[in-house]
């Protein structure tokens, strides 16, 4: 019921104690005890008599009720299921897709126990300071066309932090977001897939938010950083999370439409691993050269110092400036 009791308050106007007994088909008394659930969760209301109650703050807490004010899309995230712990969000939302869940399904957790990044890498999630989340797609694609969906991620990512907080964010080739040369943004994509056609796409993004110096081990602290590091401020994650499922519907239906050059010319906008001599780290090999630009299947290609052309499905990259 507190979901409900949410969807009818706001910021903005009063409404009585009467019509949400009415909309909901409870007692007032029922509504007074959920409401004083809510406040001991965190929210604050504004009650005056004869004109009823309007929220005036909420916790920043990462439950579907918290999403679901801010968002706008018609069945990107229309069924969260949130966490305070779990392993994985990428675990959880791939038991989920076996079960035929719909597409448009997000996991969202306060923390995660064993969150990883590309080739298994550990990625930091304690609770309480980032966002970790998992959406589930199923398009109607090849499997070679899955990592086109990173590409599609980072933009609305990059978009919704920008809304959010105010931060113009750099994309770096294939799957980090960064600001100001420091890492605020993985983005990990899984499928499962027969050997013609994808099954089920899951987009995992993990979100630096509120973390401090401190809350960045093993030397991480030079490398990564935070929004609120940056902003000095705290912003909503809940906001943010909503954000990025609201940017990502239209930037998705986009690609399904139109194909993978609706996106290209927005990530290429904010991309920073274009023109510049790269160190690429591949499973088989390492190239150096100039990245050159990306495909229109968003493979990345690089020049190598022969001058012969290569085109990178997944690798690491790193630039080197002072080319």
């Known amino acids: 019921m507190k979901e409900k009791i949410l969807s009818l308050l706001n910021e ?45 703050s909420r916790p920043d807490t990462l439950k579907s009720y918290d999403i679901w004010p801010y ?48 080739l298994a890498r550990p990625w930091q999630s304690k609770q309480g300071v980032g966002i970790s989340m998992s959406l589930l797609l199923r398009p109607q694609i090849e499997p070679q066309r ?25 994309i770096k080739w294939p799957n980090d977001i960064l600001y100001k040369g420091k890492k605020l943004v993985g983005i990990l994509t899984e499928m499962a897939a027969d050997p013609d056609w994808v099954k089920y796409v899951i987009v995992g993004m993990g979100v630096n938010c509120h973390h401090e110096r401190e809350d960045f081990a093993d030397g991480l602290a030079d490398v990564a950083t935070s929004i609120q590091l940056e902003t000095g401020k705290r912003i909503s994650r809940a906001n943010l999370v909503a954000a990025t499922i609201n940017e990502f519907e239209w930037l998705y239906e986009a690609y399904v ?22 160190h690429v780290r591949t499973s088989r090999e390492t190239l150096h050269g100039y990245a050159l630009g990306i495909t229109d299947d968003g493979r990345l290609r690089v020049r190598d110092e022969g001058g012969d052309i290569h085109l990178v499905y997944s690798a690491d990259i790193e630039l080197d400036t002072t080319r």
Request: glycine share 8%; net charge neutral; with cysteine.
């Open 146 to 170: 899955a990592p086109q969906l990173t590409l599609l991620a980072a933009v609305a990512v990059v978009r919704a932090i920008e809304q959010v907080s105010g931060l113009s964010c750099d």
């Open 257 to 278: 439409e139109e194909g993978f050059m609706a996106i290209k010319p927005l990530w290429e906008a904010r991309a920073i691993s274009l023109h510049t001599y790269v």
């Open 12 to 56: 903005k106007t009063y409404v009585s104690g009467e019509e949400i007994s009415q909309q909901l088909g409870v007692s007032r008394t029922a509504i007074w005890k959920q409401m004083k659930a809510l406040v001991a969760e965190g929210y604050t209301f504004d009650a005056v008599t004869r004109k009823g109650y309007r929220i005036v």
């Open 71 to 118: 968002l706008t899309t018609s069945f990107l995230g229309r069924h969260i299921h949130d966490y305070e712990v779990v392993s994985s969000t990428q675990f959880v939302a791939h038991e989920y897709a076996n079960k035929e869940a719909p597409e448009g399904t997000l996991i969202v957790a306060d923390a995660q126990q064993q969150g990883r990044g590309r």
